[in-house]
C-alpha cells in the first residue's frame, strides 16, 4: 500500500551547496524532515551543478519520511549563465544587457525541455526566447 502524502514542498537551493540555513530549514523543520538527511542526500544527487540554483520538490509522508525530486534550473539562470551576466535588465524593452545565439537557446531548451509545457522542441524554444527578451537579452539568429 502506498504511503500516506502529508505534504510536498517546493524550493530552490543551489546545486551541491545546500544548507540547513532558510528556507530549507524551515520548510522541512515544521514537517518533522530529518534536516541533515536531506541536505546531505540534495547536495550528492546535485554536486554535478555546482552553485547552479534549482528548483526542488520534497514529498512528506505521515512517517516523516521524503522523497525528491531534483527539476532542471530556471530558464532566467541558464540564461544569465550563457550570457555571463549577474542580473536582466531594468527595462528589458529599451536596454539590453546581453547577446546569446540561437544554438545556445537550442541548447537551453533540451536542458529544460522535460520541465516545460512544451510538445516539441521549436516550441520549447520559443518559450527560452521569450524569458531571454524578458530578461533584456537579444537572441542572434
Same mark, same amino acid.
Given at each position: ?7 510536498? %514542498?517546493?524550493?530552490? @537551493? *543551489?546545486?551541491?551547496? +545546500?544548507?540547513? @540555513? ?12 530529518? %534536516?541533515?538527511?536531506?541536505? &546531505? ?12 540554483? #534549482?528548483? =526542488? =520538490? %520534497? $514529498? ?9 525530486? #531534483?527539476? &532542471?534550473?530556471? @530558464? ?8 555571463? %551576466? ?5 527595462? *528589458?524593452?529599451?536596454?539590453?544587457? +546581453? $547577446? #546569446?545565439?540561437?544554438?545556445? #537557446? ?32 537579444? =537572441? +542572434?539568429?
Amino acid at each position: 500500500m502506498a504511503k500516506e502524502v502529508l505534504v510536498k %514542498i517546493k524550493l530552490q @537551493a *543551489p546545486g551541491g551547496q +545546500a544548507t540547513p @540555513a532558510p528556507p530549507i530549514g524551515p520548510a522541512l523543520g515544521q514537517n518533522g524532515v530529518n %534536516i541533515g538527511q536531506f541536505v &546531505s542526500q540534495f547536495n550528492e544527487r546535485t554536486k554535478d551543478l555546482n552553485g547552479t540554483t #534549482v528548483p =526542488v =520538490v %520534497i $514529498t512528506v509522508y505521515k512517517d516523516k519520511s521524503f522523497t525528491f525530486e #531534483v527539476k &532542471s534550473p530556471p @530558464a532566467a539562470v541558464l540564461l544569465k549563465q550563457v550570457a555571463q %551576466i549577474a542580473k536582466g535588465s531594468d527595462v *528589458p524593452n529599451k536596454e539590453k544587457v +546581453a $547577446t #546569446v545565439t540561437a544554438g545556445q #537557446v537550442r541548447q537551453i531548451a533540451e536542458t529544460k525541455f522535460r520541465d516545460l509545457n512544451a510538445y516539441d522542441l521549436e516550441q520549447a524554444e520559443k518559450i527560452i526566447r521569450g524569458t531571454a527578451r524578458s530578461m533584456g537579452i537579444d =537572441v +542572434a539568429d
